[in-house]
């Protein structure tokens, strides 16, 4: 009965054209099922969706999964997702722009055309703006601001959604800190290319929230024919905030209203005008002078909310509504 329930409330949305909406019941063992009043535990503020769990759980996930967390992104120190999946075992990519913006990503040879054959997931929400109807679309999340990664092959990414033929990925985004606090991490390199990645937040008894920023830019490494030049990098700007409010730490559930909205805004000088292969040969960082007018200009907004209900005992509850849009030009 539930199940017709949310399918009636998502086709609703989906004929609008405007909404989608994703409701999932979560079922966890926990603790022992007599448990006194005086002796309950405070419940875990998670205030992001993981499908695995921890790194540790995923011996226990059907089929194959990997997860990339925070101490082993920071290794990395990348800005381009691409670098960072290649060290997952099945995960093949293939370079369109150079920057890892639009990347091409498959999984087990499921193939590699705009991620379409694999669900793209942030905070366990698919992300991508019509997973459904067109999952190779235009965009992706910004890495620099991502937590850790969850990949899951086989059976494991059967229950997060469509386009599941290879996989999925999941980004998990920067939580809410557990004390006030932030952090600023500012790079510059070749070619102007400047990164800046700023976060701060604070976590109460009872309301927590974080605010979180990326600015990136560069000129491109690619030069363009002729006197008029001009550039082939690109100009990002991301947002995010999120609130989170929760009930009395003394009442014996624990209810939480969880609120994430962000806003994308890319413009890349990028073009699909390629070389002729004598030129190619030459130089792999040519661009004819027809392309210098050439421009990907997008915005992307996103929202969500959710509901998480714990009695702590042996089950949680959560649902999720969100909503994403998407254009470009």
């Known amino acids: 009965m539930m199940s017709k329930l949310f399918s009636a409330m998502q086709n609703h949305f989906n004929s609008a054209g405007r909404a989608s909406l994703c409701a999932a019941l979560i079922a966890v063992c926990a603790a022992a099922a007599a448990q006194d009043a005086d002796q309950r535990q405070p419940a875990e503020l998670i205030d992001t969706v993981t499908i695995i769990g921890h790194a540790s759980d995923v011996a226990d996930v059907p089929g194959s999964a990997h997860v990339i967390d925070s101490e082993e992104l920071d290794v990395f120190i990348e800005t381009d997702i691409l670098r960072v999946l290649r060290s997952v075992p099945g995960v ?17 040879g ?4 705009r991620s379409a054959r694999i669900a793209l997931l942030e905070d366990g929400v698919l992300i991508a703006p019509a997973p459904y109807s067109a999952p190779s679309a235009y965009y992706f999340p910004t890495p620099r601001r991502m937590h850790a990664l969850e990949v899951l092959k086989g059976p494991a990414a059967v229950i997060v959604g469509p386009r599941t033929t290879g996989g999925a990925i999941n980004m998990i985004s920067t939580p809410i800190p557990n004390a006030a606090g932030g952090r600023i991490d500012l790079r510059a390199g070749e070619y102007n290319t400047n990164d800046a990645h700023l976060n701060f937040g604070s976590r109460g008894e009872r309301v927590s929230w974080l605010l979180e920023t990326v600015q990136s830019a560069s000129d491109g490494f690619k030069h363009i024919d002729g006197p008029v030049g001009g550039n082939t990098g690109f100009v990002l700007e991301d947002y995010i905030a999120k609130l989170q409010i929760d009930s009395d730490p ?25 070389l002729t292969e004598d030129d190619y040969a030459i130089d792999t960082n040519r661009r004819y002078a027809a392309s210098a007018g050439d421009v990907f200009d997008s915005e992307h907004t996103q929202y969500q909310l959710s509901y998480v209900i714990d009695p702590r005992n042996n089950w949680r509850g959560k649902i999720t509504a969100y909503r994403n849009d998407f254009r470009n030009a």
């Open 250 to 274: 003394g009442e014996a559930v624990y209810q939480s209203l969880r609120f994430k909205t962000g806003y994308t805004q890319q413009t890349s000088d990028e073009t699909y005008l390629g």
């Open 110 to 113: 499921s193939g590699l055309d």
């Open 92 to 108: 093949y990519v293939q370079e369109e722009e150079g920057f890892g913006l639009r990347p091409n990503i498959g999984i087990r």
